[in-house]
């Protein structure tokens, strides 16, 4: 399997516009992560699915973060609009229930 | 309190030394913990996990857990320049017990 993937790799995006990050799970796992990391905070859950079906969103720092999982193999994480301090990396997670597998992540940069 | 807690370091060691990294979680039900290591620029990749009290060892790398004082710790033996990196300790979401809650990482820096 070729692991977790996500694109794109580097978004650089003017403030107020649309960004829009996109996973690819493991193939068989249930679980899907997403998580934003940055120097100051670490690494943060905002939101996680089993089955396609959103568990938990309380991490989601706002209104304008939204994620969708419409099947089993994509999911997307929305910011809309940008801000400066969205300025992060993202990663998507993958697991059965154990151990989560990481995708290589997307460097978001909010100008 | 914060669900895992960690010294974010750096901590540094020389080549060949014993490192040792801590961490402290607040939820005495939490069952099961993982390690994980990050090089910069990269994402977090699984170095061991444990869920019983005592020692687990896999080649240099021994995870040590305590749940009596709710901490866990990771000693790396002969470290290695190549073990420079910041390490982060999960466990799983209190309420959920699924998604990995994570530490903010300790980096650890080995001199030759």
């Known amino acids: 399997d070729a692991g977790v993937i996500q694109s794109p790799r580097h978004e650089v995006t003017e403030m107020g516009q649309e960004v829009t990050l996109r996973c690819k799970p493991i193939?068989?796992?249930?679980?899907l992560f997403w998580y934003r990391q940055t120097m100051m905070r670490g690494l943060e859950l905002l939101i996680y699915f089993n089955n396609n079906v959103p568990i938990d969103d309380s991490g989601m720092p706002e209104d304008r973060f939204s994620a969708k999982m419409p099947n089993a193999s994509f999911s997307t994480l929305k910011i809309q609009p940008s801000e400066p301090r969205d300025s992060a990396v993202y990663f998507c997670?993958?697991?059965?229930?154990?151990?989560?597998?990481f995708g290589q992540g997307t460097r978001l940069t909010v100008v | 309190q914060k669900e895992v807690e960690q010294n974010s370091g750096p901590l540094s060691v020389p080549e060949g030394a014993i490192a040792s990294l801590n961490c402290t979680y607040s939820?005495?039900?939490?069952?099961?913990f993982f390690w994980y290591r990050q090089y910069s620029g990269k994402s977090p990749e699984l170095i061991m996990f444990?869920?019983?009290?005592g020692d687990k060892e896999d080649g240099r790398f021994t995870a040590q857990l305590n749940k009596a004082s709710q901490y866990v710790s990771l000693l790396i033996r002969d470290s290695q320049p190549s073990d420079s990196a910041t390490y982060l300790c999960?466990?799983?979401?209190?309420?959920?017990?699924?998604?990995?809650?994570f530490g903010k990482g300790t980096t650890l820096s080995v001199s030759s």
């Open positions: 939820d005495r039900g939490s069952q099961s």
């Open positions: 999960a466990v799983p979401q209190r309420k959920a017990g699924t998604a990995l809650i």
């Open positions: 193939s068989g796992h249930d679980y």
């Open positions: 444990i869920y019983s009290n």
């Open positions: 997670a993958s697991s059965l229930g154990g151990e989560a597998f």
